[in-house]
């Protein structure tokens, strides 16, 4: 009773008018057990009620089964849902005001990497003069798009790699709670503590 008093208290005191417009969550590869694959669901919905318009999941393995069960847990859930792993790109959801990546084992060193060979590319074809390479250029030739204004680890003080450009002026939430053990609570404690960071952009 004192939870649920606790946790709609914390929805009432979140400005719905001022919600990071990307949350990222990482993830390890040992929390995707049934349990935690479950989370994935529950994730979504919390991130519906709240009205986020973009969420990202990294998972630092590239399993073809996980991506299989994976799929079929989000498959026709409400959402835009990309899936990322080494074969390529599956669109899931039946579609929404939310759009969510998961990504399965790739890494932002391999992203930046691959960023930069086509990069490469371009100045060898001629369609792109070596001077003309900056920030904006690069950011053109990631996979994701998306700039996380919050990262948050669960069950864990590392972080990994993933979106190691985009991610540069995040913000960082680090919760001792396991991703399987993860509450609604959690979550929205993490949105509320973001909502009262003074962001500095890196300044």
């Not at 074969?87 to 579609?95: D, I, R, S, V, W």
């Not at 691959?114 to 371009?122: C, I, N, S």
Request: charged share 30%.
């Amino acid at each position: 009773m004192i939870h649920r008093l606790y946790e709609q208290l914390l929805e009432f005191r979140i400005d719905r008018r001022r919600l990071p417009g990307c949350v990222t969550v990482v993830l390890s590869s040992g929390d995707l057990n049934d349990r935690g694959l479950s989370k994935l669901g529950d994730l979504l919905a919390w991130s519906l009620e709240l009205g986020l318009a973009s969420l990202v999941l990294y998972v630092n393995d590239d399993d073809r089964e996980l991506a299989r069960k994976i799929a079929e847990l989000l498959d026709g859930a409400p959402a835009d849902i990309r899936l990322h792993t080494s074969q390529g790109e599956t669109h899931l959801g039946a579609g929404g005001g939310i759009k969510m990546i998961v990504s399965l084992g790739y890494g932002g060193k391999r992203e930046v990497t691959e960023a930069f060979r086509k990069l490469l590319g371009d100045v060898e074809a001629g369609r792109l003069s070596p001077e003309d390479i900056d920030a904006k250029s690069i950011e053109g030739h990631l996979r994701f798009s998306q700039k996380p204004d919050l990262v948050i680890r669960a069950g864990g003080k590392r972080l990994s790699d993933f979106m190691i450009w985009q991610a540069a002026y995040s913000e960082l939430y680090f919760t001792d709670v396991n991703w399987s053990a993860l509450r609604k609570i959690d979550f929205l404690r993490a949105i509320r503590d973001w909502q009262r960071r003074d962001r500095r952009f890196g300044r």
